[in-house]
């Protein structure tokens, strides 16, 4: 019988390229969160393949950016220091015949390592003929040293299989680090605050969403099985605390409705949501409230 591989794999990229999309779609279900800004995913995010030919563990890393602040710095030191510790990097571009400072710095982070990186071309979908994915492989060849190279639509799930095909060529072997049932290592408490930040990235408008975060104060089961959760949406100014309550707080009533129905799917319970809005001033510039709020600069 032929020995399972089992290893992990680091999902690199500029903001934006749709890690999280390609991540969520190779699981099959929705653990990381999703939107058109960029720096959506601001932790390491672990989520979990396994099938018969064994078992990839994803890391989903914040978008390798410019930072401006600490919260900037954060993100970008929790996706280089990833690197160190995977099997396999898939390096996700778009399709584009300019190669740009940004990817510039991660080719040259990757150059680093002795580590096999996949190119993923994603977004595939968009192109108006086929053909041209000749020409973005060929501006990408020689960009870096790749194991391989995969045009992909993460979207649209073109190619999927012969990308999983590929990480388990390039795996070691050896026994599963999770159970056959794990999807990720986050806990409830994390993918709830997760599913609601991602609820306002998407409804707010483009001034706020960088300055949110949201902490989950409290999350309890009835016994009739109702689940209590009480959550809280940090912003930056008073101006941004009235624009996610909205007028009359129409704005906080989407974003927990839209948060309420994903959480309840995820949880596969009846879920009585309350959002609260909170001003702290400069908190991506504050380590004390960024360790509050989940970004310990001091594990990195």
Known sequence: MAQKKSGFVALVGRPNVGKSTLMN??????????????????????????????????????????????????MV????????????????????????????HIAEELGKTNIPVILVINKIDKLKKREDILTYIDVYKDVCDFAEIVPLSALKETNKELLLSLLFKYLPEGPQFYDEETVTDQPMR??????????????????????????????????NGIIDVEASIICEKDSHKGIVIGKGGAMLKRIGSDARREIEHMMDAKVNLQLWVKVRREWRDSELYMKNYGYNVKDL
Do not use: C
């Open 77 to 104: 030191s929790a996706a280089e220091h990833t690197f160190q510790e995977v099997d396999v990097i898939l390096w996700l571009v778009e399709p584009t015949t300019f190669i740009g400072a940004g990817e510039r």
């Open 190 to 223: 994390q993918i709830a605050a997760e599913l609601i930040r991602e609820k306002a990235l998407r409804l707010l408008s483009d001034e706020i969403p960088h300055g949110i975060a949201v902490t989950i104060e409290k999350m309890q089961e009835r016994p």
């Open 25 to 74: 779609h190779l699981i099959g279900q929705k653990i990381a969160i999703t939107s058109d800004k960029p720096q959506t995913t601001r932790n390491q995010i672990r989520t979990i393949y396994t099938d018969s030919r064994g078992q990839i563990v994803f890391l989903d890393t914040p978008g390798i950016h410019k930072a401006k602040n600490k919260l900037g710095e954060y």
